[in-house]
């Protein structure tokens, strides 16, 4: 029987730490304080599009950094922080081996629930995107678009994945089944309702008929690399494209070091969405 099939039969304390990915990685701190730290640094030698306003709500705000050609293809990469930490400017550096390999890239801002509901964080990440439509071009993005996100933002990516400017996505570490999480700690601060139990997790949602791409590491906590495998099944038997990407030997907090890094395994992998 699978872990996710056992499901209802864990303690509670086991379901919080089926999730618990600072629990799991216990140098997680090192790595974040490591991310944070050359994020700041990448945020200062590209500083001229920062914190660009697309809402009135605090957070609703772009990083922009665009590319010597306006037309290159551009990476959007949403946080991730279980929609309830974490800021874009804390994963700037995660944007680097695209830009160093001549892509544009873009980190929207979102507000953290509880201030909002899982429902309107979907909403400010579309509104975000209406924004770089209309917006991208003054300030010399123009390229294709490729939505990526890692752990809540995989699961926003997946959400919105539909939106018109969206041409692919790759969902890292991604969450594309909300039962399960309704049933831990996260959802003190969540408070999913059933109806966004249905209609927020993309795997129970119409399937978007364009490249999809999911990566997770292999030393992932259960839900976190089974999600992405089911859901790659599921868009699979539909026809769906997209690669299903296990990163060996990779944690919650490293699998990203494949996009931060020019040689990685998503950086290069990217361009095959575009294709």
Not at 45 to 58: F, S, T
Not at 127 to 136: K, T
Not at 198 to 203: A, G, N, T, Y
Request: with cysteine; hydrophobic share 45%; glycine share 8%.
């Amino acid at each position: 029987m699978s872990f996710m099939a056992r499901w209802g039969l864990l303690s509670q304390a086991e379901r919080d730490a089926a999730y618990d990915n600072i629990a799991h990685v216990t140098d997680s701190p090192v790595l974040n304080a490591a991310r944070e730290l050359a994020s700041s640094a990448f945020r200062a030698a590209n500083g001229m599009h920062l914190d660009l306003r697309y809402g009135k709500r605090e957070r609703n705000t772009w990083d922009l950094f665009p590319a010597s050609d306006p037309d290159a293809p551009c990476i959007v990469f949403i946080h991730g922080g279980y929609w309830q930490r974490n800021s874009k400017d804390q994963f700037a550096n995660l944007i680097a081996g695209p830009h160093a390999r001549g892509w544009a890239a873009a980190l929207p801002g979102y507000t953290l629930a509880p201030d909002a509901s899982l429902t309107e964080i979907v909403a400010e990440i579309n509104a975000a995107l209406d924004w770089l439509a209309v917006h991208g071009p003054a300030h010399g993005i123009n390229g294709p678009i490729v939505l990526s996100g890692w752990s809540a933002g995989g699961h926003l990516t997946a959400m919105c994945l539909g939106h018109p400017l969206v041409r692919a996505g790759l969902a890292i570490s991604g969450i594309f089944e909300l039962g399960p999480v309704r049933d831990t700690y996260l959802n003190e601060k969540l408070r999913l309702t059933q109806q966004e139990i249905v209609s927020l997790s993309p795997m129970r949602l119409p399937l978007v008929d364009k490249p999809l791409a999911f990566a997770y590491g292999t030393g992932e906590l259960p839900p976190l690399m089974s999600d992405s495998r089911d859901f790659h099944v599921l868009r699979s038997a539909a026809r769906m494209p997209g690669a299903l990407i296990p990163v060996p030997r990779a944690n919650h907090f490293t699998v990203v070091h494949e996009l931060r890094d020019q040689e990685g395994v998503l950086t290069r992998y990217l361009p095959l969405l575009l294709r």
